[in-house]
């Protein structure tokens, strides 16, 4: 028997998609449910590498842990990965597809629906029931020609639509009515209820909202969902989370500075380290200067490598991250971040632009050459101080140079990744994950703030999973839901 599915869209970015599908995978798995989540197109430069040798949006692999399963390459088959404000990387089931301007991607679409199809036809296969997220906004109708992540999949593949609206930016009532007004009408047929997201305070203040809304737009009213503050907690798949406002923490011991760059990826490294009570990250963004007193400055990756560095210097971190290291502070690159620390970047084949070398900022001797081949690969082994850990690499291109002699970590198949300086203050390294990993979390923090890592991440994610799951049951009708599924 095949496969129910149910999608939900969104009146905008950030409503609250994402974490609703991966709450509502696991309190469905907990009834029994086989269940697979599904995107067909993603805008994301957090990403993971999936079970079967490719790459997928990092929400969507949240979402398949909270379903209990492995993720694939299926549940997320277009991923854009934005390189300038008009161009993204283009990734088809866990595959570089190539590169294209926001224009030539609209003409692409057609082309990319078929894979599309494919994948979800496969995941129908193989569950009980698909819950497909859908990107961006359902209210984009200067986009719905060829659109292949919300109404266009939705019609094509005939799937009811639930509609998500985020009551906590305010208008969320014009929002939700609003979609149904400029929508078409055979769009609109295909929603069958709407969700109100991070709700505070007392809901019978809004239970006239959520009439207006459902005689407005003759859609059942399926829930009033409360903030879940928790949500913190887990990956995050939009940049804009990065913006969202953090508490305090009087008792934190280890001051980590992050420098914001446009094109930043993979951010989601830093979760397990900003949930540690002891731990302060504060996100630098540009115009601003990185504190003096931090211990540990990152530099995270990059989804454009070269136009960050110059983004960099511009905004004077390089002279920042330098007074940090004469003052004794030490540096780590991740991924893009450890390329940019090294003395060049060479991109002969005009990888992210035109073809050239860009001058790094010297403080590894190490020199990177981008290729058009990329690396999607988890891996194990042990750093430079015999920590053992696991992770995964995505990257292009390979570096070389004197510091790698020093290498930052030992792989389990022999071979050596990384480097670090001659005295110890500056390391780069391509592993992502790291800090996910409790051993090496534990022993980063015991190098600045003795008694290290007070927290089990991968615990503390399936422990905020199941909570996230138990929120949205007590406050959707998912009985009715399921119903609504076919």
Not at 211 to 227: H, R, S, V, Y
Not at 297 to 308: C, N, R, Y
Not at 425 to 430: A, C, F, H, P, Q
Not at 473 to 485: E, G, K, S
Request: net charge negative.
């Amino acid at each position: 028997m095949r496969a129910r599915a149910l999608m939900f869209q969104g009146t905008g970015s950030d409503v609250g998609k994402s974490l609703i599908v991966a709450g509502l995978a696991r309190a469905l798995v907990t009834r029994g449910l086989r269940v697979l989540p599904f995107k067909p197109q993603n805008m994301s430069n957090n990403a993971a590498v999936t079970e079967d040798g490719g790459e997928i949006g990092r929400a969507q692999a949240l979402q398949a842990r909270a379903a209990r399963v492995s993720p694939s390459v299926h549940m997320n088959p277009v991923l854009l990965k934005p390189q300038s404000e008009v161009g993204a990387q283009i990734v088809v089931q866990g595959r570089v597809h190539g590169r294209a301007t926001a224009s030539e991607y609209q003409r692409l679409k057609p082309e990319l629906m078929a894979a599309v199809q494919e994948s979800f036809a496969r995941l129908k296969r193989e569950a009980d029931i698909v819950l497909v997220e859908g990107a961006g906004s359902a209210s984009e109708v200067n986009l719905r020609q060829n659109d292949i992540a919300n109404m266009g999949f939705a019609r094509a593949a005939d799937v009811p639509v639930v509609l998500i609206g985020d009551i906590d930016r305010g208008g969320v009532i014009a929002s939700l009515v609003g979609t149904k007004a400029v929508i078409e009408a055979e769009d609109a047929a295909l929603i069958k209820g709407f969700l109100v997201n991070k709700f505070r305070g007392d809901p019978a203040l809004f239970a006239r909202g959520m009439k207006l809304i459902a005689a407005a737009t003759e859609w059942q009213a399926l829930g009033l969902i409360p903030f879940f503050a928790e949500a913190r907690l887990l990956p995050a798949e939009d940049a804009l989370a990065l913006d969202s406002a953090r508490s305090a923490k009087p008792e934190a011991k280890l001051k980590i500075a992050v420098p914001i760059l446009p094109h930043i990826a993979n951010f989601d490294d830093l979760d397990p380290l900003d949930a540690e009570p002891s731990v302060e990250i504060v996100r630098v963004g540009l115009g601003q200067a990185l504190p003096g007193d931090a211990d540990l400055v990152i530099l995270p990756g990059s989804k454009a490598t070269i136009a960050d560095l110059a983004a960099l210097r511009v905004a004077g971190f390089d002279i920042d991250i330098a007074a940090h290291v004469r003052r004794g502070g030490m540096v780590l690159g991740l991924c893009g971040g450890y390329q940019m620390l090294g003395r060049a970047i060479h991109d002969p084949d005009g990888i992210e632009g035109p073809a050239g070398t860009a001058a790094g900022l010297g403080l590894l001797e190490v020199e990177t050459t981008l290729s058009g081949e990329k690396r999607l690969e988890k891996v194990a082994g042990d750093t430079f101080d015999g920590t053992p850990f696991s992770g995964y690499e995505m990257h292009m291109g390979v570096t070389h140079g004197p510091d790698c002699a020093r290498p930052f970590a030992s792989l389990a198949d022999s071979s050596s990744e990384g480097a670090i300086s001659a005295d110890g203050s500056v390391s780069g390294t391509y592993i992502h994950g790291l800090f996910a990993d409790d051993r090496q979390r534990a022993a980063w923090l015991q190098r600045f703030a003795p008694g290290g890592a007070t927290i089990a991440y991968d615990a503390l994610v399936e422990d905020t999973l199941d909570r996230l799951a138990a929120h949205l049951a007590a406050n959707i009708d998912v009985d009715r839901l399921l119903t609504l599924a076919r």
